[in-house]
């Protein structure tokens, strides 16, 4: 899809994240401040890349009491992850509010 083209409420924004340009910050404020779901490395955590259908997890625990940042249970860094990601019906789930990935 073009940017030209009006929003559409299934659009999805990818985020292209190199490293060391501060791309961690920018994941760390749509997660922790924003509470937005992201698919990223994070959420094939905590033994969820053996899950065998697509859904939102809270890996990685923290301090009691205090939220967790959702994350897909894909891995959209990697391109093993992006096919396994296609395999369970990632792009048609609409459980992302935001894709990170260094791939184009």
Known sequence: KD?????????????LHIPK???STVKDVAGTCHRLVMATDMGIMDGHHDDPEIAVVYPGGGPPGQD?????NVDTTTVEGISRAREMG????GLTDAVVTPFI
């Open 3 to 15: 940017s030209w083209e009006p929003y559409d409420p299934s659009d999805v924004p990818v985020f």
């Open 21 to 23: 340009a501060g791309g």
């Open 68 to 72: 967790r940042t959702p994350f897909v």
């Open 90 to 93: 990632f792009a048609e789930s």
